[in-house]
């Protein structure tokens, strides 16, 4: 007999269950603190269930807290890329958008897929995922200062303080960066996968970082395709008949930060990673593409080399990695 699915649509204060028992749906809220992710499983005890099998969408650390406690309790837990639920909601041409309507989207859409069991993350790279969010903060409030500052400030006590609160970010920052460098240290299987990423031309400290501590595991990504489409950078194509054409973009439904974190490394590459470089020269001679669109092409390539490292096991080798015919 299979699980039930329960639907559980996360966010940042609240949690929206939605399950079928005994054939009778059944809802509830629950607030997204340890309480309420406490309330959820003696709810699930209460109406006698047995083991479930929770899906939910991939929404960061809003999410990770109800996760792991279900995964604790005993039952299966699925995280799904948000993107997937949105456009199974356009496939059942529902029109409301209520906490209530989504979970029941979502269970429906855990009943039909089966999506694959999550296994929760080591210690250490909890510690790395929440590192790299304060890294990221304190990054997005440093340049917002230093924008301030050179947006034509004259006062000289504003001015003064403006350097001295962009000081402080610079601080915070190295010693995240420290933090960060010491966690991968002390954990075999991040040290090792961190020095597979450092053996491709072009990634440094910072990118090798924000991939292990953003790039899902195997668990839930199985290829380089998905892996670019969880990055939000597999092309978007929109034609139909002749006279509709649109130029190809990036889809952007996917995960901002490693876009972010992939754009100067990949600037990089594109000089001194033969295998890049060489891609890149091909599409220039092709002529299909320039300026900022070739740059989201080698963005592309690098983390599928990235996933390719890692995935093999093996150091990079720009000969394997070269674009075929060359």
């Known amino acids: 007999m299979s699980e039930p699915i329960l639907g559980i649509d996360v966010s940042k204060n609240t949690l929206d269950g939605s399950i079928v028992v005994s054939g009778k749906p059944r809802y509830r809220q629950f607030a997204n603190s340890t309480e309420g992710w ?25 999410s990770f807290g109800v996760a792991l406690a279900l995964h604790e309790a005993g039952h299966t837990v699925s995280l799904i890329n948000p993107a997937q639920i949105k456009h199974f909601g356009r496939t059942k041409l529902g029109r409301n958008k209520t906490d209530k309507a989504d979970c029941v989207l979502i269970r429906e859409y855990g009943a039909m897929f089966v999506p694959p069991a999550w296994t929760p993350p080591s210690p250490a790279l909890r510690r790395l995922c929440e590192l790299r969010t304060m890294r990221s903060g304190f990054i997005t409030s440093r340049v917002e200062w230093q924008n301030r500052l050179n947006s034509g400030m004259q006062e000289v006590t504003a001015t003064e303080l403006a350097k001295t609160t962009i000081a402080h970010f610079d601080f915070q920052i190295a010693a995240i960066d420290k933090a960060i460098a010491e966690t991968i240290d002390g954990d075999d299987d991040l040290r090792k996968k961190r020095a597979l990423l450092l053996s491709i031309d072009g990634v440094g400290e910072t990118l090798a970082a924000t991939i292990l501590a953003e790039l899902p595991g195997s ?12 990055a939000g950078l597999n092309p978007r194509q929109y034609q139909s008949g002749t006279s509709v054409n649109q130029p190809t973009r990036i889809s952007k439904i996917g995960n901002a930060n490693l876009r972010t974190a992939l754009f100067m490394p990949a600037m990089v ?4 990673n033969k295998a890049i470089a060489v891609f890149i020269k091909r599409l220039r001679e092709r002529g299909r593409l320039s300026g900022k669109q070739l740059v989201i092409a080698a963005m592309r390539k690098l983390l599928v080399i990235c996933f390719g490292v890692l995935k093999s096991g093996k150091a990079f080798d720009a000969e394997i990695a070269m674009p075929k015919g060359v």
Do not use: D, P
């Not at 209460?46 to 991939?58: D, F, M, N, P, W």
């Not at 590459?269 to 001194?272: E, L, N, P, V």
């Open 38 to 62: 406490r309330a959820l499983i003696a709810w699930l005890e209460q109406l006698k269930s047995g083991r479930v099998h929770a899906c939910l969408e991939t929404t960061g650390h809003y």
């Open 269 to 272: 590459a594109m000089r001194y």
């Open 219 to 230: 668990g839930s990504i199985s290829t380089s395709a998905q892996a670019v489409a969880y």
